[in-house]
């Protein structure tokens, strides 16, 4: 977001950065041109329409795949209820509007409306870079109209060039941090150390986020590879193929499998015996997604740590902060590097070192200490940090979640001279 607010702040309609495309800046950044700071809750409001729209567009999806009022209202609600769409849809991040440009996508593919499906697929591509694997139903789609599908290429990458056009400007280093942060998920992310082999990871991030519907869903696939109908194999090509590319990952994000959701809950839908069934099993996901909005009634623990140390640490003094705690902006801050999987090690993680660096205080937090204890045996030099600050450092203040409050814990260290 603060890219996106500078776009209009005078810095141009290049945003100098391509680990994501920047469709999703566009999109915010007019919103942001009567804030005099990034706002946040402008970008929400934002991911709260394309969400909203997401689900629109799953109900045409079901709709026009399998013509009937049922299979729309099925894939409109699996969409509406999963708990990973729900979570992602209260932050500004790709994930959602990809899933939107995916539900229009295929929706426009099962038409017969290449062209126009093109378009989408580029835009889709315009929000994040994963929208590729939808040019496979296309040519699914489009086998033996060579000509209607050549065009429908040539505007994808039209569309997905429109969108981002400096991605041409800097190609090379669009193409180095594009590559740079596939290269990361592939290599995994600081908390999957031990998690489940990809395949039951990423199936496990689908049932957390539809419950026992995602069986249903099984099911519909089952059949639209047993029958292969057209429109069976534009969806079912989606979902195989960009299911395979998560099997590559060892950073197994729930956000990940968001943009199957729209294509899984239209082939449940397409059942009309059994969506009274599925309706009734996507309640569970739906009280599930209650019961995790409900906690964002709460006070983060990050807020009220923030406001302490505004109020008890003078105003330029040097600290030490951990990613996943809030800015301070009074301060001068040195940022911990995150650890993870292939990472190097930040030689600031030394108490030794920081008071060498006249760094008074160290702020952190669960977020990230808790994974990073979690996984002691890959991550030995980082975890004797943590407890370096434990026992040569005072704790000054610390915060758990609970009483009002969720969030992580954060404890704030100062250092002995």
Known sequence: ???????????????????????????????????????????????????????AAAWWLGRRAFGTTSSGLVAAAAVGVCTVHVAYSHAAVTDVPLTLGVG?????????????????????????????????????????????????????????????????????????????????????????????????????RLWEGLGPALIVCGVGLAIALARRTRTDLILASFVVVYFADLLTLSAHFDRYVLPLVPALGALAGRMRSLAPVTLLLLVVPLTWSIRDAKVLTRTDTRIVAHRWVE???????????????????????????????????DPNRDVARLRRLGIADVVVTGAITDRVLAARDRYPREASFYDDLRAQARRVFYLTPGAGLAGPWVAVYRLRA
């Open 1 to 55: 977001m603060p890219r996106a607010w500078k776009l209009v702040h005078g810095g141009g309609g290049d945003p100098h950065w391509f680990d994501y495309p920047t469709l999703l800046m566009y999109v915010n950044a007019p919103f942001q041109a009567w804030q005099s700071e990034p706002s946040y809750l402008t970008a929400r409001i934002v991911g709260v329409v394309l969400a909203t729209a997401s689900i």
């Open 104 to 204: 229009v996508s295929l929706a426009l593919l099962v038409s017969g409306r290449l062209e126009l499906a093109g378009v989408a697929i580029g835009l889709a591509m315009g929000f994040k870079y994963p929208g590729v694997f939808l040019f496979v139903p296309l040519v699914v789609a489009g086998w033996k109209q060579w000509r209607r599908l050549a065009m429908s290429g040539i505007l994808a990458v039209a569309a997905f060039l429109a969108s981002s056009p400096f991605i041409v400007v800097h190609a090379h280093q669009a193409r180095h941090e594009a590559f740079r942060v596939q290269r990361l998920a592939r290599d995994g992310w600081l908390g999957f150390e031990h998690d489940h082999i990809a395949p039951i990871a990423f199936v496990g």
């Open 311 to 345: 109020q008890h640490i003078a105003a330029g003094t040097r600290i030490a902060a951990d990613p996943s705690t809030p800015s301070f902006e009074r301060l001068s801050v040195l940022p911990l590097l995150l650890p993870g999987p292939g990472r190097g090690f």
